[in-house]
Antibody
Framework: EVQLVESGGGLVQPGGSLRLSCAAS????????MHWVRQAPGQGLVWVSR????????NYADSVKGRFTISRDNAKNALYLQMNSLRAEDTAVYYC????????????WGQGTLVTVSS | DIQMTQSPSSLSASVGDRVTITCQAS??????LNWYQQKPGKAPKLLIY???NLETGVPSRFSGSGSGTDFTFTISSLQPEDIATYYC????????FGPGTKVDIK
């Protein structure tokens, strides 16, 4: 069974940093693109970033480019999102989601972790 | 960037009604369009991929159609458990979501 479990969320002051983790199990982690998607309170889904299975390619939404860094450790089946220079508008539930080898979809999602940026 | 619009933003329908949501892309995305269902406090769930393909295990009352820039999502007979927000997602290059349609029971 595919499982994705996020952790690392919490309260952080504006300008601060936070590192999110996503522990993956139930599939061959290194085979898949992995994504971060966020959802501000009461708002819609916003794609944040993705990383290729071998870690050789990454992409970011314009709103986080230069502040967030996605990475992965395939030996640990773990996905990360390093978030720096955090702003109030980064407040959201952050989901990790798995890609698919043959379809452009996100068939599996974690339960999300809440990041609150506030003084 | 490809922009996605959805309509309506919300709707209220009776149990058994046919419900239709439309999604429009700002440029041709072929059939690279997915539909997700999200219930409050839960992660999104994939319902339809590649515009018209039903994800395994999803009830057949859900369907999708369209290609290019115009897409439609239909619930043929609304059930109480279908109360949720529905999002279209384009994945032509980098993924992006529509603003969502909140569906509730009249």
């Amino acid at each position: 069974e595919v499982q994705l479990v996020e952790s690392g969320g919490g309260l952080v002051q504006p300008g601060g940093s936070l590192r999110l983790s996503c522990a993956a199990s139930g599939f061959t982690f290194s085979t898949y693109w992995m994504h971060w998607v966020r959802q501000a309170p009461g708002q819609g889904l916003v794609w944040v970033s993705r990383i290729k299975g071998d870690g050789s390619a990454t992409n970011y939404a314009d709103s986080v480019k230069g502040r967030f860094t996605i990475s992965r450790d395939n030996a640990k089946n773990a996905l990360y999102l390093q978030m720096n220079s955090l702003r109030a508008e980064d407040t959201a539930v952050y989901y990790c989601a798995r890609g698919d080898t043959s379809r452009k979809t996100h068939p599996y999602w974690g339960q999300g972790t809440l990041v609150t940026v506030s003084s | 960037d490809i922009q996605m619009t959805q309509s309506p933003s919300s709707l209220s329908a009776s149990v058994g009604d046919r419900v239709t949501i439309t999604c429009q892309a700002s440029e041709d995305i072929s059939n690279n369009l997915n539909w997700y269902q999200q219930k409050p406090g839960k992660a999104p769930k994939l319902l339809i991929y590649d515009a018209s393909n039903l994800e395994t295990g999803v009830p057949s009352r859900f369907s999708g159609s369209g290609s290019g820039t115009d897409f439609t999502f239909t619930i043929s007979s609304l059930q109480p458990e279908d109360i949720a927000t529905y999002y279209c997602q384009q994945y032509n290059n980098l993924p992006g979501f529509g603003p969502g349609t909140k569906v509730d029971i009249k």
